[in-house]
């Protein structure tokens, strides 16, 4: 009778195991088709610490290693279609394709399938230079860009250099057109008003097979945008949005009329009668060196989080 109870017990313990086994695959299945967002960067055009910076903000910064601190990108994976593009080429484009890839490890491709422009100030697309001979050597990587920022690495050197040698591949976008990258993954740009001298400056939609985002990390005001911000925020799940400075106070040395953005109070008045749900989609990002968003111990970074919104940290990532 105990042979026949613990014989029992085996097979009770087998088919309970094999079972979880059968979970376990499942759970591994589910997690590998999934499609989503990972934040490369947070930090404006020139990073943190700033070059020549003596202020706190970057004093204690300088000989360490920064790796929080990174020039501002998005990731996007499709692991179903092994997929993987980013956002912006920025001055830490290496450390950030690195991690990119990292999402995808099966993958041996160390270059995105395609890169995603939004304008032509320096934070946004100097990356590029690590694709040419100098450098990686790369073939053909795709640049999404809209027509003028197309044009503008086109006709001027080293950018042109890029392109006759082919190390990358110019596919032109247009405004509020679709750019469909799989099953799983569409783009969508829009113009938005900002200090445009060499190029267009646009926002991304981005729509994955459940949810999606938007991105604006550089803006001048939203009121001189056509489109309602509120809108727009509406109608997707997240929302990374320029917080290049916190208040007017933070610069002593420039007319920041001059470099105009949504400061962050701004922002935050112009959406403090949202609904505590659409308050969460919003992710300040774009940070200066100067902003006291930076520093989670700070009282302003305490009273965005207070006031229901959130700031953008990098190796986030978002389900789409």
């Known amino acids: 009778m105990k042979t026949f109870f613990f014989t ?28 989503f967002l990972v934040i490369l960067g947070t930090v404006q055009d020139a990073g943190s610490p700033h070059i020549a910076c003596k202020k706190d903000c970057c004093k204690s910064l300088w000989g360490k290693d920064n790796i929080d601190r990174q020039v501002v990108s998005l990731g996007l994976i499709d692991f179903e279609n092994n997929l993987k593009f980013i956002f912006e080429a920025t001055p830490d484009f290496p450390n950030q ?28 697309y100097t ?61 969508i740009p829009y113009i938005v008003p ?5 190029s267009e400056t646009v926002g991304f939609k981005i729509i994955g097979p459940n949810k ?41 040395n420039r007319d920041i009329s001059q470099i105009p953005h949504p400061f962050v ?26 902003n006291p968003l930076l520093n989670k111990s700070s009282k302003q970074y305490e009273t965005v989080i207070k006031n229901g919104f959130k700031i953008a940290s990098i190796n986030d990532k978002f389900n789409l």
């Open 212 to 252: 999606s985002a938007i991105f604006i990390p550089d803006i001048d005001k939203w009121e001189k945008w056509d489109k309602s911000i509120i809108e727009e925020i509406s109608k997707v799940d997240y929302a990374f949005l320029d917080a290049t400075f916190y208040d007017g106070e933070e610069l002593n």
């Open 8 to 35: 029992l017990l085996l097979i009770l313990l087998y088919s309970c195991n094999k079972q979880n086994n059968k979970i376990d695959r499942a759970i591994k299945t589910k997690d590998s088709n999934e499609t």
């Open 265 to 290: 109070v701004e922002s935050m008045e112009k959406f403090k009668n949202l609904s505590s749900n659409e308050k969460s989609k919003i992710y300040f990002i774009h940070l200066n060196h100067t």
């Open 127 to 187: 990356g590029l230079m690590y694709l040419g001979k100098e450098a990686m050597n790369a073939k053909n990587i795709p640049v999404y860009a809209m027509p003028k920022m197309l044009d503008y690495l086109s006709n001027n050197g080293p950018w042109s250099q890029l392109v006759s040698t082919n190390n990358i591949l110019l596919s032109p976008i247009f405004n509020e057109q679709e750019v469909i990258l799989s099953n799983n993954l569409k783009v």
């Open 97 to 124: 394709t690195k991690k990119l890839k990292s999402y995808l490890p099966d993958d041996t491709r160390e270059t995105p399938n395609g890169i995603f422009l939004t304008h032509a100030h320096i934070g946004h």
């Open 194 to 198: 900002h200090r445009d001298e060499y």
